[in-house]
Every structure is written in C-alpha cells, then in structure tokens.
C-alpha cells in the first residue's frame, strides 16, 4: 500500500505540466459581485488578510470569528461580505497570497560559479525554513486542511510550489548532462520528493530541533546536504563548506 508521503509526490508531479513556464501573475481584484476594487479597496482587502493571519496564529482556523476580523480591521462585520463570500474563502485567499512568497531557487544553470559551489543549497534552505517560520500558522493549517482532503487546499499548495519544481527539474536536469547526477532517474521524481521533504521539514522543524537537542543550523546542514547531493553540487564545494563550518563551531 503507497504511503501518504509517496502520494504527496505523485501528486506533487502531476501538477506539474512538463515544459511549463509558470510567472505569478497579478490579479485584478474583485468585490463579491464582480466589482473591481479601486486602491482603497485593495488595502482593505489585503488588511482583511492580515488581521485573519494573526488570528490564525493566537487562535487556529477554527477559532476565527467574523467579529474579532471586523474588530481588527475597523469597520463592521457585514462589510467582510463585500470582500470574501465567506471566512472560508478568505483563508483560501490568505493561504494563496502566502504561497507567492515562497523563495526563489537561486541556483546558477552549471555550477562554474566558485562562490555559488561553495555556498551550494544552503542558503535556498535557510530562506525556505525562515519562510515556514515567518508563516507557520497559516501554513500548517493549509497543510492539515491538504491532509484532512480538502482539494480546495491542496490546489493552491500544489500551485504554490509549481515555480520551484520547475526551477529543481531544470537543475537536476543540468546536472545529468554534466554526468554529476544519475541520469536514469527521472527529474521530476527527484524534484517532487525534495519538494515533500522540504514541506514536511518546514512544519515539522520546532519538532526536529526541540526534542532531540539539535540547533537549527544543524536541521539546514542535513538537508543542504541532501539538496547538494541529489542536485549535483560538486562534492569539492560541500567538503570546503562543511569544513569550515565545523572549525567554526569549535
């Protein structure tokens, strides 16, 4: 029987159309009858945003109240309905907005880039676990809702990710031409299980350094190293970087 984590990647991969080029695409944003927002609009919809992750991050997705959304934005509770039809489509919305800002995998086409090689995954899976961080009640209840099976969800999560599975592909890609990674795996199984793992590691980070006495920079380490290994990075790259950072910590 396929496990829940095999499922995620399946499904991670077919949402993924090959040869795609996904841009985020700036929307026109809309009143519940089909208005366009004029600039003020924009900013209270997009404060409606913000008041609803606080409360997400004090009280959890079912703890939210229309009243204490009015509270935080200033105005009165039926005005909310000429921005979202409902509580649960402005959780959609908040989770979507929040997907945009996924980091960017800065990866260079060939590792000729000394600096690039020295640093290798690194500094991608720090900014990915401070993302996680800085938006962690939202996301892990966007993740739980995936879980639970809300389609709704996991659409807008797969959607989230869709830019940087391309961006891994194409350097697994790259790494199979120059013979550093090997070429009978197919890109995009490679790609969607670091992707799975990341998501996973990002929610369950506190989890990993808490219990078990280990730093954060220790968690970064181990999947950088995962990341260097599957994308190719030179191994004279990481040996240089994990050497220092030791001598660093004594």
């Known amino acids: 029987m396929p496990n829940k984590q095999s499922e995620e990647g399946a499904r991670v991969q077919r949402a993924t159309p090959r040869g795609s080029s996904r841009a985020v695409k700036k929307r026109m944003r809309t009143s519940t009858d089909g208005q366009p927002l004029g600039d003020r609009g924009q900013r209270t919809r997009q404060r ?145 299980i670091l992707i799975v793992m990341l998501d996973r590691i990002g929610m369950l980070s506190t989890q990993l350094t808490e219990p078990w006495g280990d730093h954060a920079d220790d968690v970064v380490d181990a999947v950088a190293y995962i990341f260097d290994r599957v994308l190719g990075v030179p191994r004279s790259g990481r040996t240089r970087r994990v050497a220092r950072t030791r001598r660093t910590r004594r």
């Open 48 to 192: 409606i945003l913000e008041v609803i992750a606080g409360l997400i991050e004090q009280h959890g997705p079912r703890g939210l109240k229309l009243a204490d959304v009015a509270e935080g934005v200033g105005f009165s509770p039926p005005a909310f309905y000429q921005y979202f039809r409902d509580m649960d489509e402005a959780i959609l919305a908040l989770c979507e907005e929040i997907g945009h800002h996924i980091p960017g995998f800065p990866f260079p086409d060939a590792w000729g880039d000394r600096d690039a090689t020295k640093m290798g995954s690194r500094p991608f899976v720090e900014s990915f676990l401070e993302y996680w961080d800085a938006h962690r009640a939202v996301l892990w209840s966007r993740n739980v809702a995936v879980y639970e099976g809300d389609p709704r969800y996991r659409e807008i999560r797969d959607e989230a990710y869709l830019p940087l599975m391309e961006a891994l592909m194409a350097r697994i890609e790259a790494a199979q031409r120059e013979e550093l990674v090997d070429p009978s795996i197919a890109p995009r199984s490679l790609a969607a």
